[in-house]
């Protein structure tokens, strides 16, 4: 096989120092072949054992040699944000140029690391993601519930993150480039199951470009800790809260345009059409009088105007989403000036 034949050369010629992180949780009976399975590309690979109860940091240590690896411990479980936010901050620390996580239960096939590496060290992109629902075949297997939920915390997730053509943002499978990742808040980031919603709404902050990795994902007898009835509500706050912050930072605190105008204008015209007519239409059932043609235009024109608007802003939104990678701008920060976990 020539170099140019290669699948790894491209990654190896870039000089591009690339890390692993792997939280750990309930996952000792597949992490082994996870590791096994890393490319010889990456440089150090990180478990973090998040307080594990199979002790799955201990586990590592003793049955896996690999020299690459190195286990980090948290004294209490503090969720797979926090657990993926301390391997992020060693990968810094140790001067990783692409930091790459992937979760230890098997449902993320190692090989596709180089898919995700590639686009950051050609300049394409800042982060990268997996994308399970990019072609129909990959969805066989995914029960139907992970396929309705994932499509709706996937538009979810558009509207609170900006990021309109990224699709599956639950997906674990990710890679950053160190600039980029140094230059985000990451004691802000959400700890738990939002972690990767919140981690997009925070790229579009810095102007990050996103792009999706198509992957199957591989479904097993693993076990989720994810309880999706207890976790929907917070979630949903999670991304009303994201979008309200978006919207003023993005349109009123960094850029002021029309589509600023549109998006306070709007809502007003519509919730004054809408209350007027409630008000007007309560009156009229109690006194038997018809309301007046004058009386329903003034009470459907500013509704209608209204959605215009909103349609307007959003289309901006949409056409608004960044395309020119930001992490040859940012400084290259040392790990011990990022942002503090």
Excluded at 244 to 261: C, E, M, P, Q, T
Aim: aromatic share 10%; net charge neutral.
């Amino acid at each position: 096989m020539t170099v140019s034949e290669n699948p790894i050369a491209p990654v190896l010629q870039s000089g591009s120092r690339v890390s692993v992180v792997v939280p750990c949780y309930r996952v000792r009976d597949h992490v082994l072949s996870v590791l096994s399975a890393m490319p010889t590309f990456v440089e150090r690979i990180y478990c973090i054992d998040d307080k594990c109860p199979e002790a799955s940091g201990d586990y590592i240590e003793v049955h896996c040699t690999d020299p690459r690896v190195k286990v980090l411990r948290h004294e209490v479980n503090r969720g797979v944000g926090a657990a993926t936010i301390t391997g992020y901050r060693a990968a810094l620390v140790d001067g990783a140029d692409v930091i790459v996580k992937l979760d230890g239960d098997g449902q993320m096939d190692p090989a596709l690391v180089r898919l995700l590496v590639l686009p950051i060290i050609e300049n394409q992109a800042d982060y990268t993601k997996g994308n399970r629902f990019y072609r129909p075949e990959s969805l066989q297997g995914m029960p139907m519930l992970r396929v309705v939920g994932n499509a709706a915390l996937s538009f979810l997730c558009k509207l609170s993150s900006g990021y309109w053509s990224n699709f599956d943002p639950n997906n674990g499978f990710t890679a950053v480039h160190r600039n980029v990742l140094a230059a985000l808040p990451l004691k802000k980031l959400h700890q738990r199951y939002f972690f990767e919603a919140d981690m997009l709404f925070r790229l579009y902050t810095v102007r990050a470009v996103v792009i999706d990795i198509p992957m199957k994902a591989i479904y097993g007898d693993e076990n989720s800790s994810l309880k999706i009835f207890k976790v929907i509500w917070p979630m949903l706050r999670g991304h009303v809260v994201n979008f309200g912050k978006r919207l003023i930072y993005a349109y009123f605190l960094r850029d002021f345009h029309l589509a600023s105008v549109e998006w306070v204008i709007g809502p007003l015209l519509m919730l004054f059409g809408i209350v007027f007519g409630v008000n007007e239409w309560i009156k009229s059932e109690a006194t038997g009088a018809v309301a007046s043609a004058g009386t329903v235009m003034l009470s459907a024109l500013p509704v209608i105007i209204g959605l215009q608007l909103l349609m307007s802003a959003l289309n901006y939104d949409i056409q608004n989403v960044p395309r020119r990678p930001v992490h040859r701008d940012l400084p290259r920060l040392d790990g011990g000036d990022a942002p503090e976990a």
